[in-house]
């Protein structure tokens, strides 16, 4: 099937930077779009990001102008850029992928989720 890694969580203080990674494998047709969510403790998951395999992004109202998304369509990764991090976007991450396992067939995956901590 499909496996999703995330990297590059980690603690940063408010206004800092981190850069998230999601790299797929397995076997599968191709990848569509591909997406950021987060759940923070007591909350439920929310859409942070997401892009189609042509570049179409779009983002949650709360990350517009601090976070961007990117793919490497050849690696099979989605990228994060996290900039003016504050303590309210601390939560757990996880990537998202709609993958066609064969012509016709889709499904989604997730990864297990990297942990970003933002402190005060």
């Known amino acids: 099937q499909v496996q999703l890694v995330e990297s590059g969580g980690g603690l940063v203080q408010a206004g800092g930077s981190l850069r998230l990674s999601c790299a797929a494998s397995?076997?599968?047709?191709?990848?569509?779009?591909m997406g950021w969510y987060r759940q923070a403790p007591g909350k439920q998951r929310e859409s942070v990001a997401s892009?189609?395999?042509?570049?179409?992004?779009d983002y949650a109202d709360s990350v517009k102008g601090r976070f961007t998304i990117s793919r490497d369509n050849a690696k099979n990764t989605v990228y994060l850029q996290m900039n003016s991090l504050k303590p309210e976007d601390t939560a757990s991450f996880y990537c998202?992928?709609?993958?066609?396992?064969?012509?016709?067939?889709?499904?989604?995956?997730w990864g297990q989720g990297t942990q970003v901590t933002v402190s005060s």
């Open positions: 998202n992928a709609n993958v066609n396992l064969a012509v016709g067939s889709r499904s989604d995956f």
């Open positions: 892009i189609t395999r042509g570049g179409w992004t």
């Open positions: 397995g076997t599968f047709f191709r990848i569509n779009a």
